[in-house]
């Protein structure tokens, strides 16, 4: 099936579809590489998020103060320190 943007944008309709499909040898994908690594990075989102949630009184029971919370939530997902 073509698409119809290809009319638009003046590209040939055919072809494409078959090169994403064809089979890449050796070359595998980052998500293939580093599985571990990704289920980290969705693990620390995760609970980063959920400490974002705490109220105050939840995180004296856990012995953080609200500036070093948010120092921790507000870090890019795959930056562990």
């Known amino acids: 099936m073509a698409c119809r943007n290809h009319a ?3 590209l040939p309709s055919h072809g494409y579809a078959a090169e994403a499909a064809a089979p890449r040898g050796n ?3 980052p998500l293939e590489l580093y599985p571990a690594e ?3 990075w969705m ?5 980063r ?6 109220d105050n ?3 004296d ?3 953080v103060n609200r500036d070093a919370a948010e120092r921790e939530w ?4 795959w930056r562990a320190r």
């Open 43 to 47: 693990a620390r989102a995760s609970e």
């Open 8 to 10: 638009i944008v003046g």
């Open 57 to 59: 009184r939840l995180l």
């Open 49 to 54: 998020n959920a400490l974002s949630d705490l």
């Open 27 to 29: 070359i595998r994908s």
């Open 38 to 40: 990704l289920v980290a």
């Open 61 to 63: 029971d856990i012995g």
């Open 74 to 77: 507000r870090k890019p997902f």
